[in-house]
Nanobody, 129 residues
Framework: QVHLVESGGGSVQAGGSLNLSCVVS????????MAWFRQAPGKEREGVAA???????GFADSVKGRFFIAEVNTENTLHLQMNSLKPEDTATYYC???????????????????????WGRGTQVTVSV
């Protein structure tokens, strides 16, 4: 069973930056599509950024140009660099994974559309005015 452990959350003022990390307990992340989701109180969980096994990336419109996703395969770690943070970015951020079903498996055109079924426990991000 693969485990995901997030870190890097915290409290920042609007305009600030945070870098979230997700350590994946697997021999390699190359067989997984990875993503960051977030959920604010009273709101549904939403996909923020994703990267698939071919390196294609997808972002929610609300974070394009501000958030960046990167995978460090040698460290089995997924990062989410968040810049120009806004109060509406306040949420619990979750790391998610989807295991590739064979070498010929072709996923959806938008990596955020994978059926992510492995989840971390989340890390809180709070952005103040």
């Amino acid at each position: 069973q693969v485990h995901l452990v997030e870190s890097g959350g915290g409290s920042v003022q609007a305009g600030g930056s945070l870098n979230l990390s997700c350590v994946v307990s697997a021999p390699t992340t190359k067989n997984y599509a990875m993503a960051w989701f977030r959920q604010a109180p009273g709101k549904e969980r939403e996909g923020v950024a994703a990267i698939d096994f071919d390196g294609r990336k997808g972002f929610a419109d609300s974070v394009k140009g501000r958030f960046f996703i990167a995978e460090v395969n040698t460290e089995n770690t997924l990062h989410l660099q968040m810049n120009s943070l806004k109060p509406e970015d306040t949420a619990t951020y979750y790391c998610a994974a989807y295991e590739r079903r064979g070498p010929r498996f072709i996923g959806p055109p938008n990596p955020l559309q994978f059926g992510f079924n492995i989840w971390g426990r989340g890390t809180q991000v709070t952005v103040s005015v």
